[in-house]
Antibody
Framework: QLQLQESGPGLVRPSATLTLTCSVS??????????WSWIRQPPGKGLEWIGY???????NYHPSLNSRVTISIDKSKNQFFLELTSVTAADTAIYFC?????????WGQGILVTVSS | DIQMTQSPSTLSASVGDKVTITCRAS??????MAWYQQKPGKAPKLLMY???SLENGVPSRFSGSGSGTEFTLTISNLQPDDFATYHC?????????FGQGTKVESK
């Protein structure tokens, strides 16, 4: 059974770098059939797709975040990562990792990241 | 970016009702539409993909239709477990975008 689990700090200082890990079990991030994505949801608001990484290391990011975001992958640990630089209060959100096939069919439980001094 | 507009934002209904949620895309997305259900404090759950394909394990009272720019999610015979927020999402053109959500609440 595929499971995803986000981990990382719950509080990040303004202008710092947010780094999150998604640990995958029950499937391989080295699969050529899956895309591994990050999605976020500000409290009480809608969902925003951040970007994905494919097993080949190909990435695709939301244009509004493109200059600040990096998604990477560690096949040996079956994990993928989100790095978001120069964070502001507007980056406060629940961050989800998810697998995409046709739609996002498996999600982590989400992690709330608050940007505050 | 493709804008996704859901209506209504909130819907009040009773158990046993038939409920319809609409999602409009700002440009043609063919049938590249997904629907999700989200409960408070939980991750979204995929209900439908490719506009009308039911995800494995999702009850058959959920159905989806539409193509191009107008889509609907219908819940027939609303059950207590169905009170939640529903999101549409297009996956025709990057960046993938979501609607703002429709909250289905108890009347």
């Amino acid at each position: 059974q595929l499971q995803l689990q986000e981990s990382g700090p719950g509080l990040v200082r303004p202008s710092a770098t947010l780094t999150l890990t998604c640990s995958v079990s029950g499937a391989s991030v080295n699969s050529d059939s899956d895309y591994w994505s990050w999605i976020r949801q500000p409290p009480g608001k809608g969902l925003e797709w951040i970007g994905y990484i494919y097993y080949s290391q190909t990435t695709n990011y939301h244009p509004s975040l493109n200059s600040r975001v990096t998604i990477s992958i560690d096949k040996s640990k079956n994990q993928f990562f989100l790095e978001l630089t120069s964070v502001t209060a507007a980056d406060t959100a629940i961050y989800f990792c998810a697998r995409e096939m046709a739609g996002f069919d498996h999600w982590g439980q989400g992690i709330l990241v608050t940007v505050s001094s | 970016d493709i804008q996704m507009t859901q209506s209504p934002s909130t819907l009040s209904a009773s158990v046993g009702d038939k409920v319809t949620i609409t999602c409009r895309a700002s440009q043609n997305i063919d049938a590249w539409m997904a629907w999700y259900q989200q409960k408070p404090g939980k991750a979204p759950k995929l209900l439908m993909y490719k506009a009308s394909s039911l995800e494995n394990g999702v009850p058959s009272r959920f159905s989806g239709s539409g193509s191009g720019t107008e889509f609907t999610l219908t819940i027939s015979n609303l059950q207590p477990d169905d009170f939640a927020t529903y999101h549409c999402q297009q996956y025709d053109s990057y960046p993938w975008t979501f609607g703002q959500g429709t909250k289905v609440e108890s009347k």
